[in-house]
């Protein structure tokens, strides 16, 4: 599916929770990322992914710091691309997709990402900012 039928399939909860994986959440940071730039996209991600997790979950999955960290990076990211698709700027940084924890590590201690605070409210890295 091409990015607004991804977008209009979870913002309308269709989109299938068993797809909902890793990538897709990358990519959902993308498309908000092209079309409003990082502080709006943190919103509305943020907003969708919990609307999403209540919808298909029990509510209790979402993670305001994981989440911000994560757009934050595809920005990073983004900055250094002149890809036009999804697919294309996946392929040219797989790091995304193969070592995002180790990508988040550079940022965030072990300790700081499990604290339940951290979960509720966006927290700032504690070993490198972004």
Request: aromatic share 14%; glycine share 6%.
């Amino acid at each position: 599916m091409n990015d607004l039928e991804f977008l209009n399939a979870f913002e309308s909860g269709n989109f299938p929770p068993s797809m909902f994986d890793h990538e897709a959440h990358l990519r959902l940071a993308w498309i908000n990322l092209k079309q409003y730039g990082e502080q709006e996209a943190i919103e509305k991600v943020c907003e969708g992914i919990k609307n999403f997790d209540a919808l298909h979950g029990d509510g209790s999955k979402f993670h305001t710091t994981l989440t911000v960290a994560s757009i934050k990076t595809v920005n990073h990211f983004m900055q250094k691309s002149e890809a036009h698709h999804f697919a294309d700027f996946i392929q040219e940084f797989p790091r995304l997709k193969t070592s995002f924890k180790e990508l988040l590590g550079q940022h965030y201690g072990f300790e700081l990402l499990s604290d339940p605070k951290a979960k509720e409210k966006y927290v700032a890295p504690d070993l490198l900012p972004f």
